[in-house]
């Protein structure tokens, strides 16, 4: 019976992972939201059935994140907006939740990599297909594009590069393709698996840096590239002649990128992107200047301030800046204690360099886009610390005074 309960969650988690990176918002199929309650209520179910307990600094952090701190600093702003809806608020409370889910992958040693990796191919397959579709076929792209766009899927218009110019495809989810670069590049050092399976992974890398490449996200590209960089000298580091290498093509990388940088607007406070964000903080500034106490206690989860983006100038709660708009909503304090909450499952165990570079890779990402504070971040969340505590149970594997997750929960 637990067996095939198992099988109920892990079919409904690949199922949730899809429409988290194809449907972020929900808008095509609604069935997030259900599957969430059927993966925790099936997951419940076999907690009573095998009994055991749940580990308890997981359970405390995701206590903290789920629930105490969405509930707080609702209160905060209850406080601060009296008579104010809460809607926005308990959206962004909404999407917190799914940080539960790390719970039933845990504690029942469910992988993600299969579904992130498969997602992230389907991903590549989208973005180069249309790319192509672009070129090929102007009218069944525009009508694609039409619905993309309809449901909040994906950015589509034209970017340019220096000099090259080309259609942008950029899926709401993109920044989502620097999950698997820790596991591809560990994959392309393996021993084991044979040369089929390192130029596999190796292959795979290059996809996504031309899928990020064609969907026009500069920012995103630079980052893959720098992640691809940084994992490939870690897995290199006791191989003196290929960490050599990886240096010098590190190097080699870094001029390309400051010769693009030089010929392209990726910094440039004219380019439509930077103006928006730049808009955006000023506004931001001139909101604490405003009230500054904001940076004390925050303005509760869900408030609202009045940005002069081209294209926005009206009161918003949520931005592209994600890390300011954590601090509108629960202060420096509030803003600090919830980075450290995400980080201190990577200093429980042994370091696992790659994994952890993937995940500041997603930090970096998520800066600029608001793929953290929201479901679709907390199920990024759930994929690294669930490869940290993968990593803590085989530390553990022959030592019998070692603590982690064994299966349903019980602890070893």
């Keep these: 019976m637990n067996k095939s309960m198992v099988i109920i969650v892990t079919i409904c988690l690949w199922i949730y992972c899809f429409i988290a990176y194809f449907d972020p918002s929900d808008l095509v199929l609604g069935a997030k939201l259900p599957l969430f309650a059927l993966i925790l209520l099936t997951f419940l179910i076999i907690r009573l059935k095998s009994g055991g307990a749940l580990p308890r600094d997981l359970l405390v ?12 600093y609702l209160g905060i702003f209850l406080v601060r907006h009296p008579g104010q809806s809460l809607v926005d608020g308990l959206s962004l409370a909404k ?17 993600l990599k299969k579904p992130v990796l498969l997602c992230s191919g389907l991903m590549i397959l989208f973005i180069i297909s249309l790319q192509v579709c672009s070129s090929l076929n102007p009218w069944l792209f525009q009508k694609i594009s039409v619905f993309l766009t309809g449901n909040y899927v994906a950015l589509i218009g034209s970017r340019s590069f220096g000099e090259l ?59 893959l590239l720098t992640e691809c960089l940084a994992c490939f000298l870690i897995a290199a580091r006791h191989r003196p002649g290929l960490f050599a290498g990886g240096v010098m093509l590190s190097v080699t990388f870094s001029l390309l990128a400051l010769l693009v940088l030089h010929r392209s607007s990726l910094f ?25 106490v904001i940076l004390l206690t925050g303005d509760g989860l869900g408030a609202s ?12 709660y949520q931005t592209e800046l994600t890390y300011l708009d954590i601090i509108r909503y629960s202060g420096l304090a509030g803003f600090l204690i919830f980075l450290l909450l ?13 994994n952890l570079t993937g995940f500041f890779a997603y930090l970096l990402v998520a800066g600029s886009n608001p793929l953290l504070f929201n479901s679709t971040g ?32 019980a602890v070893l």
């Design 61 to 72: 952090r995701v206590s903290l994140i789920a629930l105490i701190i969405p509930a707080f």
């Design 95 to 111: 999407g917190l939740l799914a940080i539960m889910l790390v719970l039933p992958v845990v504690t029942l040693r469910i992988d």
């Design 165 to 223: 110019n080309f259609a942008m495809i950029f899926f709401i989810t993109t920044p989502l393709l620097v999950i698997p670069v820790p596991f591809l590049v560990g994959a392309a050092f393996a021993v084991k698996g044979g040369w089929w399976r390192r130029s596999g992974a190796i292959s795979f890398l290059l996809l996504i840096l031309l899928a990020s490449f064609f969907s026009a996200s500069r920012a995103v590209f630079l980052v």
């Design 268 to 292: 440039s406070a004219e380019e439509q992107s930077n103006m928006i964000k730049i808009a955006h903080f000023e506004s931001f500034l001139d909101h604490i200047d405003e009230k500054p």
């Design 305 to 316: 301030y009045n940005s002069r983006a081209p294209g926005v100038n009206r009161e918003v």
């Design 342 to 354: 995400l980080i201190v499952p990577f200093c429980t165990t042994k370091f696992d360099f790659l």
């Design 378 to 409: 907390m199920l990024a969340v759930t994929y690294f610390w669930s490869q940290q505590y993968s990593l803590g149970r085989m530390k553990c594997q022959g030592n019998p005074s070692c603590t982690s997750v064994a299966p349903y929960g």
